[in-house]
Nanobody
Framework: QVQVEESGGGLVQAGDSLRLSCATS?????VGWFRQAPGKEREFVGV????????YYGDSMKGRFTISRDNDKNTVYLQMDNLRAEDTAVYYC????????????????WGQGTQVTVSS
């Protein structure tokens, strides 16, 4: 059974930075990041492909969010800079053994989520 675990969430102030981690068990995967704010639909943040080491971001995420990976640690990171109150959400990572992925990819494995709260 593949384990996916997010970490790094917390309470920060507007303008601060935060780095989330997504660790997968056993091997590296293509990993997508999503977020869901209260009363809103789940939103695609971005994805890191296991192949070609490429990353893609949701349109509203470009510029402040950066995804990177360390395959030796089977971990994908989401660096969030200049956080805003509207970034407050539960952030999830999801993994697929597929070599590529995007917002509509079927991700087989999901973490429990980590809360990010940005105070203004």
């Amino acid at each position: 059974q593949v384990q996916v675990e997010e970490s790094g969430g917390g309470l920060v102030q507007a303008g601060d930075s935060l780095r989330l981690s997504c660790a997968t068990s056993g091997r590296a995967f293509t990993v997508g990041w999503f977020r869901q704010a209260p009363g809103k639909e789940r939103e695609f943040v971005g994805v890191s492909w296991i192949t070609e080491n490429k990353t893609y971001y949701g349109d509203s995420m470009k510029g402040r969010f950066t995804i990177s990976r360390d395959n030796d640690k089977n971990t994908v990171y989401l660096q969030m800079d200049n956080l805003r109150a509207e970034d407050t959400a539960v952030y999830y990572c999801a993994a697929t053994p597929a070599r590529v992925g995007g917002p509509k990819t079927f991700y087989e494995y999901w973490g429990q989520g980590t809360q990010v709260t940005v105070s203004s």
